[in-house]
């Protein structure tokens, strides 16, 4: 069974700190791994994206970590928000198959506290 | 432009019934897919369409669950006889080429439809 799993399943962070989010895969043959961010009542949103010929990715306050040989990747979510108090999710993909379905880690869900 | 639209946003439905759920993709969109997410869990794939090749139906949890997309564009999502554990937020998503792609374009999601089996 594909997997990818993600931890921790909750995190409080106060206004300004770090939020780091882990998420861990089995199959080598994943080559895109996406994070989702999700409000409530909403759908998933695509928030930062990364592929394994790259060990870090940045795009604002929001930086992919990847590390190929552990089969990890984290999320950091710099001077956190009010606003950034979302579920996360992250997710991975086979690229050159017949579908581009996403495998999900079960989400963590981010409080950031004024 | 408008996002993916799903109909309806909440649905809710005695067990044995039959339910119909509807997706409108992002126009242009080839690719189409139905994830299922219930209470506590990440999303789980259900089916895939890509233009008018064969839709992936790897996900779908039993024979019960049936989606068609119609004219490369609409889809709709049925479950026949629903139970209990069928409940959950039935999100749906489009991209622009999918697999095409090599597995690396933006999936779009749309807002779900809430699925309650009573």
């Known amino acids: 069974q594909q997997q990818v799993k993600q931890s921790p399943q909750s995190l409080i962070v106060q206004k300004g700190g770090i939020s780091i989010i882990n998420c861990a895969y089995e199959?080598?043959?994943?080559?895109?791994f996406p994070w989702y961010q999700q409000f409530p009542g909403k759908g998933p949103a695509l928030l930062i994206a990364?592929?394994?010929?790259?060990s870090e990715k940045k795009e604002g306050r929001f930086t992919i970590s990847f590390n190929k040989s552990a089969k990890q990747f984290s999320l950091h979510i710099m001077d956190s928000q009010p606003g950034d108090s979302a579920t996360y999710f992250c997710?991975?993909?086979?690229?050159?198959?017949?579908?581009?379905?996403?495998?999900f880690g079960t989400g963590t869900l981010l409080a950031v506290q004024p | 432009g408008a996002g993916v639209s799903q109909s309806p946003s909440n649905k809710v439905t005695e067990k044995g019934k039959d339910v119909e759920l509807r997706c409108d993709p992002i126009s242009g969109h080839t690719a189409l897919y139905w994830y299922r997410q219930s209470l506590g869990q990440g999303l789980e794939f259900l089916i895939y369409?890509?233009?008018?090749?064969?839709?992936?139906k790897s996900g779908l949890p039993s024979d019960r669950f049936s989606a068609e997309r119609t004219g490369g564009s609409v889809s709709t999502l049925t479950i026949q006889r629903t139970q209990q554990e069928d409940s959950a937020v039935y999100l749906c998503?489009?991209?622009?080429?999918?697999?095409?792609?090599?597995?690396?374009?933006?999936?779009?999601f749309g807002p779900g439809t809430r699925l309650t089996v009573l």
């Open positions: 369409f890509q233009g008018n090749s064969a839709p992936d």
């Open positions: 998503a489009s991209s622009l080429v999918g697999a095409l792609a090599g597995g690396q374009d933006t999936q779009y």
């Open positions: 199959n080598t043959a994943f080559d895109y």
């Open positions: 997710a991975a993909s086979r690229g050159g198959g017949a579908t581009n379905k996403l495998i």
């Open positions: 990364i592929r394994p010929d790259v």
